[in-house]
């Protein structure tokens, strides 16, 4: 079955960085999109960003763009997402997605999340 | 960037009852690219509908999506008591990919 396990959360202080990674199996990884999604203490989703399945395309959300960097190693079945310059703002679960098959912006499995928390 | 704006923010109902959750876009949606999504506290979200009106695998026909363009609804038929969780549209048209704030769906 569909699995994706997400690590690397942790509390860090503003202005450092953190690398997540999704591991995952029980699909062909190196076919489907990919994305990164959070969510803030009590609050709504947020989508993050998305990689295509070989890598090439990328896109950010407006709020990430610039301190973010989404990748994926298809060789070890993980995604990634870079987090750079942290702010107390992106202090969140993340979870990362798997886009369904031929309709990749929709996120049909999901992981468990990894809480990121950014305080001083 | 397309904002989604879900009503109501809570609706209380009870078992049985039927369910209506709204999602409203500010631009046109093409193409249907809408989904809905599930949540229960403490899960991660859980696909329901996608292309405004398809179901998941697995998921019961008490669910239905309808809509186009910028209206959208989510609709609950006999509501049953795992049902009520926060409910999230999402866009995919075009890109960043938004979600709308949430509706709480709770027990009346």
């Known amino acids: 079955q569909v699995q994706l396990v997400e690590s690397g959360g942790g509390v860090v202080q503003p202005g450092t960085s953190l690398r997540l990674s999704c591991a995952a199996s029980?699909?062909?990884?190196?076919?489907?999109?990919m994305h990164w999604v959070r969510q803030a203490p009590g609050k709504g989703l947020e989508w993050v960003a998305i990689i295509s399945y070989d890598g090439s395309s990328k896109y950010y959300a407006d709020s990430v763009k610039g301190r973010f960097t989404i990748s994926r190693d298809n060789s070890k079945n993980t995604l990634y997402l870079q987090m750079n310059s942290l702010r107390a703002e992106d202090t969140a679960v993340y979870y990362c997605a798997r886009g369904k098959w031929l309709v990749r912006g929709v996120l049909d499995y999901w992981g468990q999340g990894t809480l990121v928390t950014v305080s001083s | 960037e397309i904002v989604l704006t879900q009503s109501p923010g809570t609706l209380s109902l009870s078992p049985g009852e039927r369910a209506t959750l709204s999602c409203r876009a500010s631009q046109s949606v093409s193409s249907s690219y809408l989904a809905w999504y599930q949540q229960k506290p403490g899960q991660a979200p859980r696909l329901l509908i996608f292309?405004?009106?398809s179901r998941a695998t697995g998921i019961p026909d008490r669910f239905s999506g309808s809509g186009s363009w910028t209206e959208f609804t989510l609709t609950i038929t006999r509501l049953e008591p795992e049902d009520f969780a926060v409910y999230y549209c999402q866009q995919y048209d075009i890109s960043p990919f938004t979600f709308g704030q949430g509706t709480n769906l709770e027990i009346k």
């Open positions: 029980g699909f062909a990884f190196s076919s489907y999109t």
């Open positions: 292309g405004a009106s």
